[in-house]
């Protein structure tokens, strides 16, 4: 990833909806988007953060300079297009215009600041995995999804990514067996 990891290589649109994605992530998240943008007749601006680094400073015209946490981190070209090409066989076959743009730093923030400036009609992010990784960064950082509906004005609409929970299962704990000594009787 470049220094200018969140500039898009083409103009933003303006009132888009928009997604945020990661890697691996269920085409079912980029289609829902796809389908409220085609009801807002809006275009598809998707997104990805790159909590592993930052945004140092933003210069005047908007060009944002962005540092990585770890400075022996490989830049993440790989992963724009491995992104792009996820979000092309997504939304294979939807007639919507979309774009990727790769953003920087905490996902919730980065996501508010470019429906702010882009006047979003919409957000769509998918849940995030089960597990207890996952649910111990939660706890600290609290959801995404839930951070966006209390920071910003837009509607924010959440797609499941996997199965759902039963009634009576635990959704915070994982499917698979756990050691004793963090999870006794399980």
Same mark, same amino acid.
């Not at 601006?45 to 592993?52: A, E, N, Q, R, Y």
């Not at 005047?60 to 491995?82: C, F, K, R, W």
């Not at 995995?129 to 209390?150: C, M, N, P, Q, Y």
């Given at each position: !990833?470049?220094?200018? &990891? ?27 988007? &796809? ?26 015209? @908007? ?13 993440? #070209?790989?992963?724009?297009?491995? /992104?792009?090409? #996820?979000? *092309?066989?997504?939304?294979? @076959? ?7 743009? !790769? ?6 923030? *980065? ?21 207890? @990784? ?10 995404? *999804? ?10 924010? /609409? ?10 009576? #299962? ?17």
């Amino acid at each position: !990833m470049s220094d200018a &990891a969140s500039q898009p290589t083409a103009r933003r649109p303006h009132r888009p909806v928009i997604v945020g994605i990661v890697p691996r992530q269920p085409s079912r998240v980029l289609r829902e988007a &796809a389908h409220y943008a085609r009801l807002h007749g809006a275009s598809l601006l998707v997104v990805h953060v790159d909590v592993t680094r930052f945004v140092s400073y933003e210069d005047p015209d @908007g060009y944002v300079h962005t540092a990585p946490i770890n400075l022996d981190a490989i830049p993440g #070209e790989a992963l724009e297009s491995q /992104l792009r090409d #996820e979000a *092309a066989r997504a939304l294979e @076959g939807v007639d919507i215009a979309w774009q990727l743009e !790769m953003l920087a730093g905490d996902p919730a923030l *980065a996501m508010k600041d470019l429906a702010d400036r882009t006047e979003a009609r919409l957000i769509v992010v998918g849940t995030r995995k089960r597990g207890i @990784g996952d649910s111990i960064r939660e706890f600290f950082t609290g959801s995404v *999804a839930a951070r966006l509906a209390h920071r910003q004005p837009r509607p924010v /609409l959440v797609v499941p990514t996997g199965e759902p929970v039963k009634d009576d #299962e635990d959704p915070w704990r994982e499917r698979q067996s756990w050691p004793e000594e963090l999870w006794p009787g399980a």
